[in-house]
Each structure stands twice: as C-alpha cells, then as structure tokens.
C-alpha cells in the first residue's frame, strides 16, 4: 500500500520568509496530492492540491511541485505570515471514484516567529 | 456550506465501557472516514466506509467498529474501551475531491 513520508516534523521561520515542506510517496499509481493545514484545535482543511498531470500550482503565497519521477511533492509558502502557524499535512491518494482513502503524512509544525 | 459535525467535543469515559462516537454530513456523501491523530503519528485511518452499510478497514482497526446504516451518518464504537484508545477522532467526508473534516472528538478513558 501507499507510504507517505514528510519533513521536517517541525520547521521554524522568521516573518516574511519561506518556508518549504517537503513529502514522498511510495506508489507511483497515486495522482493526486492535497495538502492540508491544521490550525490549533481546530480541523484540517484543504489548501491546496495538485494532481499527478500538472507539476506545479500556485494559489497566492502557496504552491505546490510535483516531481513524479522521484515521487516526492513540496509545499512551498513564501512571505510568510504569523497566521501560517499550524501543523500541515500532505497525502497521497489514487484518484477515482473516491473510494480510495488519502493517505496522510505525519504532519509539520510550521511556527512563523514575528 | 459544507457541514460535518460530531457529537461530541470532548468525551471521557472508563476502561471497559462501550463508546459510541457519531458523524454526520449534509453534502450527500458516499464516502466516510475515522481517523485518530496522535502526537507525531499524524492521521491514521482506522475505518471508511463508501456505501450505506459497506465498510472496510484502515490502518489501525483492532479495537474499533463502525456502523454506516444511513448515507449520512457514519458511527465509530469501542467495544471495551482502553486507557491506549484516548486520543483525538476525527470524521470526514469526501465526494470526488477534498475531504472535509468533523471538529473532532477528544477521547479521555481512564
């Protein structure tokens, strides 16, 4: 089955800088990526995904890159804000008619110091 | 607006008992998840279900049933509950795309 692997499990950063978390999967039928974010008590939610015929989408401060040869997929935030504290979580999943559950990695603690 | 809800927030129980834990989504979903989040163990999957009265078993399902008898209801029991069941659950639901999750439910078994 599909394995998830994410790093780093904890990233610190200054405002305003970039911050780059970084996943690989391990079954290449997988397409599709989401990427979810997790604020203090609150649930995931989707920020932003990406499926396995495009290598990279952008939504504002985010984007995601795909390199399926290598089978590993980055969220990358730049200019980052306090607000983008939380733990993020990437996935894997093959895509069909969604009864193929995501798989998750174990999460990063993203901490934006002001 | 998309709706998943638990009926608990918080819950406490005692070793042994028996625990029901239940979901709910109004976007007509065929698709339903339990998951338990762990510090440093991320999200694991213990159940899903896509069909009213299917289900299959995820990652960690020792310990753990599930009753789908209505599409939009989907219910996690624990048959004895133990002192290594505490933790946070959390339902989802998902139709072709994103997944949307329930707020969660904190279980504490002493």
């Known amino acids: 089955g599909e394995n998830v692997e994410q790093h780093p499990s904890t990233l610190s950063v200054q405002e305003g800088d970039s911050a780059v978390i970084k996943c690989t999967y391990s079954?290449?039928?997988?397409?599709?990526f989401p990427w979810y974010k997790q604020e203090l008590g609150k649930r995931p939610q989707l920020i932003i995904d990406i499926r396995s015929n495009v290598g990279e989408k952008k939504d504002q401060r985010i984007a995601v890159t795909l390199n399926k040869t290598a089978k590993h997929f980055s969220l990358h935030i730049t200019e980052t804000q306090p607000e983008d504290s939380a733990v993020y979580f990437c996935?894997?999943?093959?895509?069909?008619?969604?009864?193929?559950?995501?798989?998750f990695g174990k999460g990063t603690r993203l901490s934006v110091i002001a | 607006d998309v709706k998943v809800t638990q009926s608990s927030r918080y819950l406490v129980k005692r070793t042994g008992e028996k625990v029901f834990l239940e979901c709910v989504q109004d976007m007509d979903h065929e698709n339903m998840f339990w998951y338990r989040q762990d510090p440093g163990l991320g999200l694991r999957l213990i159940y899903f279900?896509?069909?009213?009265?299917?289900?299959e078993k995820g990652d960690i399902p020792e310990g753990y049933s599930v009753s789908r008898e209505k599409k939009e209801r989907f219910s996690l029991i624990l048959e004895s509950a133990s002192t290594n069941q505490t933790s946070m659950y959390l339902c989802a639901s998902t139709g072709l795309r994103e997944q949307f999750f329930g707020p969660g439910t904190r279980l504490t078994v002493l």
């Open positions: 079954d290449s039928a997988s397409n599709y």
């Open positions: 996935a894997a999943s093959l895509l069909k008619s969604g009864n193929t559950p995501l798989v």
């Open positions: 279900s896509y069909d009213v009265k299917m289900k």
